[in-house]
């Protein structure tokens, strides 16, 4: 399929009127996973392996499981769903016919028309390997150069995290 | 400027304003603002890969570090505001009577 990773942008534009149209919360929650999910695919087709295992991980493996358990705590009986309200029902359309009239834009863009956005001489991304050594290039490599050029970092964000669990604990105690 | 950035921008976008307008729900601003987070991982990580910049990758990295301590911070305020008032209703919140 030639134009694969418009399709999959695409996707991750209605996966966010999804949750933008604000449906209850743990509907939400939902699409923000499915977006979740396109946009790690979106990430792995331009070749960002390690980068879309982290979000899988971090992301979705992570908040959104603290933003599930949190939602299930502060809900109320009935959660509104897209269907039930003229609200959040009128939001999606308005939403979903915004992008599906923006991709019928782009896609009667031809050479003739200077644009900005255009598909004259795009299509999909390709990455090119080149020489050297091919084995563990890539994002990893870059994730690796965090831990050798950026050593002052990780030790600033390392102790952000734990500051940001020491404020956790003071906000939650309360009293 | 590609179609799949400008979907991606147009992503950030929707977010934000689902940020900014308050229905019933506190938590689903803080949802909006972690599709904002994402979108913007996914961009600095396609411009990461598309320009064979390997080194930038740090910054999606860090984004999503800072990132989750906001979530936190965020989820714990909710907490304490559900602890409070029963649920997070936004009209609850009315101390600041201006």
């Not at chain 1, 705590?73 to 599906?100: C, D």
Request: a negative charge; glycine letters at 12%; hydrophobic letters at 55%.
């Amino acid at each position: 399929m030639a134009y694969i990773l418009f399709t999959l942008s695409v996707l991750l534009v209605m996966g966010f009127v999804g949750f933008s149209s604000k449906p209850s919360p743990i509907y939400g929650g939902l699409a923000l996973i499915i977006s979740g999910v396109v946009g790690c695919v979106i990430v792995l087709n331009c070749g960002g392996v390690y980068m879309g295992l982290m979000m899988f991980l971090v992301y979705l493996g992570g908040m959104m499981v603290v933003f599930g358990y949190t939602t299930a705590m502060a809900i109320e009986e009935y959660p509104e769903t897209w269907g039930s309200g003229l609200e959040v029902l009128g939001g999606l359309l308005v939403g979903l016919m915004m992008e599906v009239m923006l991709v019928l834009w782009v896609l009667s863009l031809d050479e003739a028309v200077v644009v900005v956005v255009g598909f004259s001489d795009t299509g999909d991304w390709v990455i090119f390997e080149g020489e050297g050594s091919g084995l563990i290039r890539g994002d990893s490599i870059g994730a690796g150069a965090l831990y050798d050029y950026g050593r002052w970092l990780v030790v600033v964000a390392g102790w952000t995290l734990f500051v940001g669990v020491y404020v956790v604990i003071e906000i939650v105690r309360g009293n | 400027m590609t179609p799949t950035y400008m979907n991606i921008m147009l992503a950030f976008t929707i977010s934000l304003l689902g940020m900014l307008t308050y229905r019933s729900h506190l938590v689903a601003s803080l949802l909006c603002l972690e599709g904002m987070m994402m979108s913007l991982f996914i961009m600095a990580t396609l411009t990461a890969s598309n320009t064979h910049f390997p080194l930038a990758n740090i910054m999606p990295i860090i984004l999503l570090v800072f990132a989750a301590c906001e979530t936190a911070v965020g989820l714990a305020l909710l907490i304490s505001i559900s602890n409070t008032y029963g649920l997070d209703y936004v009209h609850n919140l009315n101390l600041l009577q201006c």
